[in-house]
Structure formats: structure tokens, C-alpha cells
């Protein structure tokens, strides 16, 4: 099984982004992403997620879980992303709440 480090150095090469982009990009430094390339440090759930959108791959294949890196074209929206994660935290009763409320909300 391929390493967290170990996919996110081949996908910064292979789009040309170096450790110091991927700092900024995150708003963490330098040395944090060094870290992650090198397996000695792991990101938080949140920073996974952003990580994953920058690059437009799933956190499957960024946790090594799949070798399928692509992102649905429809799944690409940073807010889709981040409302997915946050769905996925609620209860599962509250989980139907949040969905009879946006069933509400988008019935024209």
C-alpha cells in the first residue's frame, strides 16, 4: 500500500507544485507539509479535504485506499467537499433533519 507521504510527492511533482506552494496554499508551513511528504507527520481531517481539492483527487487515493485518484467531475466544488465532510459528522437523525430542510429550501 502506497503512503499518504509517498502520493502526495508524486502528485507535487507531477503538477509542478513544491512544498513551500502547498504551505501557502494551506495556510501551514513549510516545514508541516515536509512532514507529510516524508510520513513523519499526518494532516488533520480538514487540511485532508483541502488537500485532496487542490490536487482533484479522492482521500482514498490520498490515504493510499484506492489507486483510483479522480474526483467525479460534479464533486470537484470545494463547498460540495467540505458540506459532504460535515454531513457525514451529523447523527444519522440529525443527518435526516438537515436533509427534509434542504429538501425544503431548494422546492421552487
Do not use: C, W
Not at 507531477?14 to 513549510?30: G, P, T, V
Not at 490536487?55 to 490515504?63: E, P, S
Not at 489507486?67 to 465532510?85: E, F, K, R, T
Amino acid at each position: 500500500m502506497t503512503s499518504f507521504g509517498e502520493r502526495l510527492k508524486q502528485l507535487m511533482e507531477d503538477q509542478s507544485i513544491s512544498q513551500r506552494d502547498l504551505a501557502a496554499a494551506l495556510n501551514i508551513s513549510k516545514s508541516t507539509v515536509s512532514g507529510y511528504v516524508n510520513s513523519y507527520r499526518e494532516p488533520d481531517f480538514k487540511s485532508l479535504l483541502e488537500i485532496a481539492s487542490i490536487f482533484h483527487v479522492t482521500t482514498d487515493y490520498l490515504l493510499g485506499n484506492s489507486d483510483i485518484p479522480s474526483l467525479p467531475i460534479s464533486a470537484h466544488n470545494n463547498q460540495s467537499i467540505l458540506l459532504l465532510s460535515y454531513f457525514e459528522q451529523l447523527s444519522p437523525e440529525v443527518q435526516n433533519i438537515v436533509l427534509k430542510e434542504v429538501k425544503a429550501l431548494t422546492k421552487p
